[in-house]
């Protein structure tokens, strides 16, 4: 063994394990090689074994849908602002602020709990709710929605946005591929809804503030061209008079002030009579979610190497690290490594002879 260490045929740095006996990289070889069967073995068995588990995880599809938040066309700034505010968030910059928003309110209850509890087509064809999907129904209803939504939110759903494009991805991660881009495809539709809602709720809100305003300021009208009107009855002849046609423009100027803040309540009290009915999609759908085709889980080729990999490398550590023979000599080691020569030899040779044939 001494000899076998002292080699200048190998300028790598010898290392020494715990038992206290420095190893050079040419007797790790030879340990290898030594033990390459069980290396072997156990490195096959630790495979089929890996196998047998990823083949027996189900496989898991994911569905995607994309929303673009566009706060131009149908939603005001208002609106926004109180939608954000109602899920105590902040708008800053009204596109980015959007696209913080969404992927909040899409994760929230008043999303979640509804599309949860719908009856959606599965791929056997029938209908089913997530709750019922997951064989929840057994249980009573506030633990069943509990559990269906901490395991919607923390393994079905993911929810992403992306700050440059302003798009907002939402993925659904089921084993029924069908059900998971329909709850995905729900997911939009509900979150239409409720912003849809929300802003016909703001409308009716607006509606009675202006009806109010408008009788008000319509009052207020009323009056000043009432006292205009005397005015002109009581003096007639004004032309003479500076004192008397300042005193006119005066109350002609009320009469055109009130007029035209009439009018403008007018206008915006039909605006928002049409914003209180009109029923369009607020939300812009780039992809609705289609059913994948392939599987988004488990990536069983992936877990059975790896396993394989560390399983070889648990192993040989633990032939490395083992005591050597203390009667073994370079001599010993010379002859292995001439074995491993001569099999090395002998498995190129029948390759190449494959290879001709």
Not at 344 to 349: E, I, K, Q, T, Y
Request: net charge positive; proline share 5%; aromatic share 6%.
């Amino acid at each position: 063994m001494t000899g076998l260490q002292s080699s200048t045929s190998v300028s790598l740095q010898a290392f020494e394990p715990p038992g206290g006996v420095p190893v050079t990289p040419r007797e790790v070889l030879v340990r290898l090689w030594t033990h390459r069967r069980l290396l072997g073995g156990s490195t096959l068995t630790v495979g089929v074994l890996a196998a047998a588990i990823a083949l027996a995880l189900p496989n898991q599809y994911t569905a995607r849908a994309t929303i673009l938040p566009d706060a131009q066309s149908n939603v005001s700034a208002a609106g926004l602002s109180q939608l954000a505010a109602s899920f105590g968030f902040s708008l800053g910059r009204v596109g980015n602020g959007l696209t913080e928003l969404y992927p909040t309110m899409l994760t929230s209850d008043r999303i979640l709990a509804p599309v949860i509890y719908q009856r959606l087509r599965t791929r056997s064809g029938d209908l089913q709710s997530l709750v019922q999907f997951w064989d929840l129904e057994k249980m009573d209803s506030a633990r069943a929605y509990e559990r269906a939504l901490r395991r919607f939110r923390d393994k079905t759903l993911t929810v992403g946005a992306d700050r440059r494009t302003l798009v907002v991805s939402i993925g659904v991660t089921l084993r029924d591929p069908l059900l998971a881009a329909n709850v995905a495809n729900a997911m939009v539709a509900q979150m239409d809804s409720f912003v849809g809602q929300f802003q016909r709720a703001l409308a009716a809100d607006r509606v009675r503030w202006i009806e109010t305003r408008l009788t008000q300021v319509l009052a207020d009208l009323e009056k000043s061209e009432g006292t205009l009107k005397d005015f002109r009855v009581r003096n007639r002849l004004i032309a003479s008079s500076p004192q008397l046609q300042l005193q006119e423009q005066q109350f002609m100027r009320e009469v055109e002030t009130n007029s035209a803040v009439y009018i403008e309540l007018k206008r915006q009290l039909e605006i928002a009579k049409i914003d209180e009915v009109k029923n369009i999609p607020v939300v812009q759908v780039l992809d609705y979610a289609r059913p994948p085709v392939r599987k988004s889980y488990p990536p069983r080729t992936a877990i059975v190497l790896g396993t394989m990999i560390l399983a070889y490398l648990a192993v040989g550590a633990v032939v490395i690290r083992r005591p050597p023979d203390p009667n073994a000599t370079y001599a010993d080691a010379l002859a292995v490594l001439r074995k491993l020569r001569a099999d090395l030899a002998s498995d190129f040779r029948q390759l190449t002879g494959r290879g001709r044939a």
